[in-house]
């Protein structure tokens, strides 16, 4: 599908049967189960949440293709008027897929050892001055979320036996491919699926409805634990319900925002995870950085909104 031979953007070939684009934080909504009992469906999303070398493999490949982006975009400046959204589509399925590395808990030996490897390299990657977000963000973001009885997996010099294969997909030596996924799922996308990227950026999700999701989320948490006597379930289902939740809210903070109101639904969001400090530290951090990560984007272009009563937020 990539023609690594296009020397600037007006070369690139744009697919026309192109499916429609879906981010690795708003497909976390469709793994939820339907089930009688509310509680054992938000427990069982746990089950069914994406495998950590998955996520790692397509925010590497949307990463590598808003790089080529912009190496193109330098050969030819003129064509960025009319094609930068597809590089900010491109940079928001990257970090939407980080992100998601950061919100969704490890449940096999092979996303344990993702989790210490990404641990390991942006440990090194700050440490080098290399980061994009705030070092003590990133920090905060990489602890462990919920308690569990897995012991921290240390990589050193070595990779550990039976991570063999996972440490090729996590460095990007096998790297995904398009599937024909029709929309449903999270898929991998390059400059080619350009026409695409832009209808899939020019359609953002309503902020003021995640918002209102994710706090009816919060509530049902807090309902459930009122319940008497407590559900089996409890447990698990808190853990999925606030992931979903910090989804939703990650994804108030990655897309720009459009309008006043857009901006004061990010306001909203920020004083919602100041408030909610008894969350995992890790998943309310993963909101900051992807709240980061929009003011960025927006800043970028006249088209986006930055200031509120003079304050630029």
Known sequence: ????????????????????????????????????????????????????????????VHALEYQRFLTLAEADPSALEYMVDIGNALALLAHAGEIAML????????????????????????????????????????RRSFADSHPRLIIGARIPPGMEEASRRFGGAVLPQ???????????????????????????????????EARTLFASVEAWLQAEPPSPFWFGARRGALILAYAHLCRIGLWPARSSDDLIMKMEVEWLISERAADPDPMRAAVEIALGVGRRIARQSERFVTVLGGVEL
């Not at 398009?178 to 999700?205: I, K, Q, R, S």
């Open 103 to 142: 919100l969704v808990p490890p449940g096999s030996p092979e996303d344990h050892f993702a989790k210490a490897m990404l641990t390991k390299e942006r440990g090194e990657q700050y440490r080098s001055g290399g980061g994009v977000h705030d070092p003590k963000l990133m920090e905060r973001a990489l």
């Open 178 to 212: 398009p599937m024909a996924g029709g929309g449903t799922a999270p898929d991998v996308y390059h400059l080619e699926h350009g026409l695409a990227l832009e209808a899939w950026f020019d359609d953002p999700p309503d902020l003021a409805t995640l918002l209102d």
């Open 1 to 60: 599908m990539t023609d690594t031979t296009a020397p600037t953007l007006r070369d690139l070939v744009f697919a026309t049967d192109s499916a429609p684009v879906i981010d690795e934080l708003a497909a976390l909504d469709a793994l939820l189960p339907e089930m009688p009992d509310e509680l054992e469906r938000y427990a069982a999303l746990l089950e069914r949440l994406p495998p950590l070398l998955d996520l790692r493999g397509r925010a590497l």
